[in-house]
């Protein structure tokens, strides 16, 4: 009965409908070969062609809360053999439905998890019954009563492979509509099958309709690993001693130099939204907090396009107090990285495998400890690979997809950190390099080729800040409380500011940041 | 040698500077009575007056991390008798400095731990040192080689009262400007003193400093609290089986009726600030997430100028399918507040204390399982104590308070959960109740007398959200996308929005939601 192996894309409409009553109809006519134990369908109606099952099914009143039933409902996930021929209670979505004569399969969907369900005209089982089994619309929410049954042979096509559920009683607890804007097999189809082309769903009908988009095993995988890189970051820094706080969103003057800054109507007045939480971070340092982070929206009114940038992003941003040497922060960060990619290694292989189905790519590698290169080894190394570019010129983003390439071929890893940065590239709170003027103690760190951190140390005199301000054109009165909060004592310091969706992007091999953001803004999407 | 417990506030200025200088030289004319062991000063200068300690002091460079050097350095709350005797480095602030004859005291201050240093002029140590350490001024950052010797009598008012460190070698890291905005030890008053009126600082004057005022013991203490209100927050949630999720802030359309909400020029459209992940966490109930929680900021355009109101803060948000009623949402809710009570009770006692310190409160009581109480029921305790109110008039501010009393004084707990608002209070997503219409199937939460979490099962049902929405004059086009949500079949949920800052305040029984928010935004304040 492993029907579901080969069910069709079938689209539940009312055309559907009709051609299910058709079959049934077609089916009482012509005497079928039995198809299973049970399948006495002469038996179905009552004396006055009554549907004997008419308590055992039909749709559900809304649920409000009126009553708590003592029912338990059994997760599909923990649908196994060992539950073999018990009957339970089961609410999942019907994935597909498929009528066939006088029986109608589904497979039912829990998340990541999925089992094939099975009815037909039998002695408990009516006519009326399977029809309106048939009738269900894809995406429905029901409660099925059924018996746990081994199946052989095995259900391929399922999660739950050695079992499949026989139907008592079926319920629509939540109908979805006949017409659905997508399916949920087209959108987890992998692009690059190789059994030629098939129906796949474009990035905007996705977005479009991202609640259904969003039910695809593949994001259910994407968005549990999304999860899993916010918590690795933040209890590893617990585990190193740092604090979490949290900083203001809407600043009175855009702090960075005025561009790319979305500008928000305030009372009477203008205010603007924070590219990053950047100054706030230092004056928590500055007030002597000595080692935090931060995890929250930043925001860039940047009118780009591309397959990695968003107008609206989440900011892992940390921050830290060291004694001697910034190399402290660039080490702390390194090790950071390490434990959530073990993490991710460890913990979300499953989540990895599912997003590798759809989404096929190179298995992600890293060194411990991190790779670090400075800015002039990774100038070199482009150069010999027929790059050309000035000592201090910025790398542009084939150039570091090209570095990406060139370092995992000669060292072996996917993640490292880019130190050293000219000095020209970088904004104007970046410590100078104390040997080479023309350089800073800024970092940036790569996964796959592409920027997911940028970093440096911060300048933590007020003096020399300010110098740095007037070199960049920035005029004082709009950062004056930052630069004052350098003037009452203040430790050195640096830090970083992580990408959440461009890590999972890179870290995946995922092609665009809109995979990695449950519900994305870019200049042109505001909705859903 | 605890001279630190009558320290005088004497602020480090120029003038207390050249008082520190005449003082010392009244000392070399006077025979002092000697101060402690190696007070020989007539040995302090060499042949030709030539300073002896000249290589022992003075300011360093701006650490630009030219050298990573192979030193340890001590922190203070490591600082006890088992290090007796030994010499060792510690970086730390001068908290309070003070120039007696020959002699200097510092406190030195790490977050919340202190410590004592002490130097005199003798064998090593110049006059010329002597006068340069009295002339630090307060809150600079110093790095100091020194002795840990036993303290008898005990240092009361440092936290480190067993030893102090004599100093051997003392270094500028970072100087503080001479005049201090506010001073940290006015800022750590309590302003219920019994010994009568003392200088204190008054809130604005803290938050336009907020850098020095979040350097107090107190402080600190609050902000590591809020911390681990959020951890406590996800981490019982992750357990319960929830995923965190990440939402926009910036949205295309005033979601919840257009009231209070700040508009944002998005390229050439507009847009505005969310008020809540209230649609978007109900959205990933709809993506089959079944249990999601979200912490980010919110924004809300009130012209509210009270000590519970904030334009921006941080919305601890959690959103769960149920099965049958939505009282599995509450309970929910109320284990994981018990869990956080729990949490803050067995690991965060030493801040609690700190606080309370400056701030007392009555110790927060609470109970396992959480109080539920119907509002019919609160009606009828708020009107036995003689408040006049209609069945289903919304509660006033002073209303909650009155009935967080009463509730304490009849089930001793300061947390309780009030069941079944009128419906007509409540926003149109609201599941009415379906044994009483002018009801509803909603909650809030309270600490203290005061809400801090406003919650509901959700309409789940398309045709019964628009009814609603028409209802409450909502324009529909403006939550189409919402709206959509439902039609693909969903699960029935519920969930709730906790404020951040409100918790942190009330738990700690504060008196003002700006003592919890690290930089806070009010209609009147947008720095720092």
Redo the contacts between chains.
């Keep these: 009965m492993s029907d579901a192996q080969n069910a069709e894309n079938q689209q539940p409409s009312k055309k559907a409908q009709k051609k299910a009553e058709k079959a049934a109809k077609k089916a009482e006519l012509i005497q079928e070969k039995k198809q299973a134990a049970g399948d006495n369908a002469a038996a179905t109606d009552g004396p006055d062609g009554e549907d004997i099952s008419k308590d055992l099914y039909g749709k559900l009143p809304?649920?409000?809360?009126?009553?708590?039933?003592d029912?338990t409902?059994t997760k599909l996930k923990d649908l196994g053999v060992a539950l073999a021929d018990q009957s339970l209670w089961v609410?999942a979505?019907v994935q597909t439905s498929r009528a066939k004569g006088k029986q109608c399969f589904f497979v039912l969907r829990?998340?990541q998890f999925t089992v094939q369900a099975y009815l037909a005209v039998g002695e408990k089982i009516s006519k009326q019954m399977v029809k309106f089994a048939a009738g269900i619309s894809k995406?429905?929410?029901v409660d099925i009563k059924g018996i746990v049954k081994k199946a052989d042979p095995k259900i391929e096509s399922c999660s739950q492979q050695d079992v499949e559920v026989h139907v008592e009683e079926l319920y629509v607890?939540?109908?979805?509509?006949p017409q659905?804007p997508l399916l949920i097999e087209d959108a987890m189809r992998s692009e690059n099958a190789e059994d030629g082309p098939q129906i796949t769903v474009n990035q905007d009908t996705r977005l479009n309709n991202?609640?259904?988009d969003?039910?695809t095993t593949t994001?259910?995988a994407v968005?549990?690993l999304?999860?899993g890189v916010?918590?690795l970051f933040?209890d590893t820094l617990?585990k190193f001693g740092f604090?979490?706080?949290?900083?203001?969103?809407?600043?009175?003057a855009a702090s960075e130099g005025g561009a790319n800054v979305?500008?928000?109507?305030?009372?009477k007045?203008s205010?603007y939204?924070a590219q990053s939480p950047q100054f706030?971070k230092q004056?928590?340092i500055?007030?002597?907090?000595?080692r935090v982070y931060t995890?929250?929206?930043v925001?860039r009114?940047e009118?780009s396009n591309t397959h990695r940038h968003l107008?609206?992003f989440?900011g892992l941003d940390l921050e830290m107090a060291f004694?001697?040497?910034?190399?402290e922060v660039t080490d702390t960060i390194g090790n950071l990285f390490v434990e959530i990619f073990k993490g991710l290694r460890d913990h979300y292989a499953d989540e990895i495998a599912t997003v590798n189905q759809q989404y096929p790519a190179e298995p992600f590698k890293f060194l411990e400890p991190s790779l670090r290169l400075e800015y002039r080894e990774a100038v070199q190394l482009l150069r010999e690979n027929g790059v050309e570019m000035g000592d201090e010129d910025d790398l542009s983003t084939p150039s570091e997809k090209l570095l990406g390439k060139l370092v995992r071929a000669k060292y072996d890893t996917d993640f490292f950190i880019l130190d050293k940065y000219p000095l020209a590239v970088r904004p104007f709170y970046t410590?100078?390099d104390?040997?080479n003027p023309r350089y800073s103690?800024s970092y940036d760190m790569f996964i796959r080729g592409e920027e997911i951190l940028s970093g440096a140390?911060r300048i933590?005199?007020p003096e020399?800040l300010v110098e740095r301000s007037k070199h960049h054109g920035i005029k004082l009165d709009t950062i004056q409380?930052?630069i004052?909060?350098f003037?009452?004592?203040?430790?050195?310091h640096g830090g970083g500011g992580i990408g959440?969706e461009r890590v999972v992007m890179l870290y995946l091999g995922l092609d665009n940041i809109r995979k990695t953001?449950?519900?994305?803004?870019d200049?042109k999407r505001?909705?859903?």
Excluded at 517 to 521: C, D, G, I, N, V
Aim: aromatic share 12%; glycine share 2%; net charge positive.
């Design positions: 809304l649920i409000q809360s009126t009553s708590k039933p029912r409902l609410r979505r829990q998340q995406e429905s929410i607890v939540s109908a979805a509509e659905l991202r609640v259904l969003l039910r994001n259910q968005f549990r999304e999860a916010c918590k933040r617990d604090v979490e706080i949290h900083t203001p969103k809407i600043i009175s979305f500008a928000v109507s305030y009372f007045n205010a939204l706030y004056m928590a500055a007030s002597d907090f000595n995890v929250g929206s925001f009114a009118d107008t609206e989440i004694n001697y040497h910034y190399h410590m100078p104390p040997n103690n140390q933590h005199d020399l409380s930052y004052d909060a003037k009452f004592g203040c430790f050195p959440m953001s449950m519900f994305p803004r200049p505001l909705t859903p």
